[in-house]
Each structure stands twice: as structure tokens, then as C-alpha cells.
T-cell receptor, first 112, second 112 residues
Framework: DAKTTQPTSMDCAEGRAANLPCNHS???????VYWYRQIHSQGPQYIIH???NNETNEMASLIITEDRKSSTLILPHATLRDTAVYYC?????????????FGQGTTLQVKP | KAGVTQTPRYLIKTRGQQVTLSCSPI?????VSWYQQTPGQGLQFLFE???????NKGNFPGRFSGRQFSNSRSEMNVSTLELGDSALYLC???????????FGSGTRLTVV
């Protein structure tokens, strides 16, 4: 099964950019990188996904290295409400198979 | 657009009983996946249904089963409940047009 490696926890000051790294060295050529976050006791929330190119949406930016073995999720101006567990996953997008393999994720604590 | 709806939100059952959980996906989403989340094991994939057919299955005993109806609503059933089945059960739905997965808020099952 697909495996990713993320730091267990990170702190970030409110208003600063939060950069969350992820190692996915076993990613296959057709697999996308997905990021989700989970705020305590809620279901995971989709943030962003990408294949090769960097991506940006209203929530975050995703930077994928050229060899695709790692990526960084960037929250440009972290707020207290961004405190959550962030999961990086790689998954084939073909057919939208729903088998997401979650690791332990990174607990991001945004501090005032 | 309504999100993924899971019912009930909370449930308390006794060991040996069985339980049925329900998931209504976002309108138009045909893929429904189920996950179990516990403090010790994290988020684990149970199974996925697409057009009433099980498309993927995780590593759970046969006591865990599911089905999907023609309107894409899904149910999962756990028979002969054990204390270790206490968990947050999450449902996610997806469509061909949206590459991410939208999760519901989950059903918190407590087995006593």
C-alpha cells in the first residue's frame, strides 16, 4: 500500500506561512498527491491535490518536487482555525478509486 | 449542495449486538467509501462501493459488511460487536468530476 512520511507535529505562528512537508518516495507515475486535514472529531476535509505541477487554490498551495518524491503544503497565512492534523496521501486518480491510505499525519498547532 | 450525511451521529451498543450505519452521499456522487478511525490505528479503509458494487475492500474481518443502493446511499453493518469496534466511522463520497473525496462528520460508535 502507498506510504507517506510526515513529521509528527509542527508549530506555526498565527499570520505566518505554514509549510508542511511530505515524503512519498514510492509514488507511481500515475498517482496524484492529495492533502486532507482533520479538525478534531470532524471528518477529513479535502485541501488540494496535484500530479506534477504546483497547484494553488483558495485554501493552500502545493509544491511538488521535480522527481515527485516529496511535496510541501503551504498555508500562506495560518490562522488559529488551521490547527488540525494534516494528511498527505498518494492515490491513483484513474477511476476515482476510493481506497485512501492515511498515515499518521502532521499535527499543526497554530499559536497566537 | 448538501454534504455527505451520516446517521446516526452517536451510537452505544453492547458487545455481541449488531449495528447498521447509514451514509447519504452528495447528490450525483456514485462512489462511497467507508473508514474506521481509532486512536491506536488511525484512519483505516474499510470498503468502497460504486454503482452498487463493492470495488475495493480493506483488511477487516467478515463481521464488517456494506452495501450500496441504487440511489447511491450506502449502509455498513458490523455484526457480533466487540469492544475494539468502538471508533469513529466515516463515509466519503466522490464523483468523476471531482478528484477529491468529501467526508461526512462520522458516526461515533461506542461498544460497552
Amino acid at each position: 500500500d502507498a506510504k507517506t512520511t510526515q513529521p509528527t507535529s509542527m508549530d506555526c505562528a498565527e499570520g505566518r506561512a505554514a509549510n508542511l512537508p511530505c515524503n512519498h518516495s514510492t509514488i507511481s507515475g500515475n498517482e496524484y498527491v492529495y492533502w486532507y486535514r482533520q479538525i478534531h472529531s470532524q471528518g477529513p476535509q479535502y485541501i488540494i491535490h496535484g500530479l506534477k505541477n504546483n497547484e494553488t487554490n483558495e485554501m493552500a498551495s502545493l509544491i511538488i518536487t521535480e522527481d515527485r518524491k516529496s511535496s510541501t503544503l503551504i498555508l500562506p497565512h495560518a490562522t488559529l482555525r488551521d490547527t488540525a492534523v494534516y494528511y498527505c496521501i498518494h492515490n491513483p486518480n484513474s477511476g476515482n478509486t476510493g481506497k485512501l491510505i492515511f498515515g499518521q499525519g502532521t499535527t499543526l498547532q497554530v499559536k497566537p | 449542495k448538501a454534504g455527505v450525511t451520516q446517521t446516526p451521529r452517536y451510537l452505544i451498543k453492547t458487545r455481541g449486538q449488531q449495528v447498521t450505519l447509514s451514509c447519504s452521499p452528495i447528490s450525483g456522487h456514485r462512489s462511497v467509501s467507508w473508514y474506521q478511525q481509532t486512536p491506536g490505528q488511525g484512519l483505516q479503509f474499510l470498503f468502497e462501493y460504486f454503482s452498487e458494487t463493492q470495488r475495493n475492500k480493506g483488511n477487516f474481518p467478515g463481521r464488517f459488511s456494506g452495501r450500496q443502493f441504487s440511489n447511491s446511499r450506502s449502509e455498513m453493518n458490523v455484526s457480533t460487536l466487540e469492544l475494539g469496534d468502538s471508533a469513529l466511522y466515516l463515509c466519503a463520497s466522490s464523483s468523476r468530476e471531482f478528484s477529491g473525496y468529501t467526508f461526512g462528520s462520522g458516526t461515533r460508535l461506542t461498544v460497552v
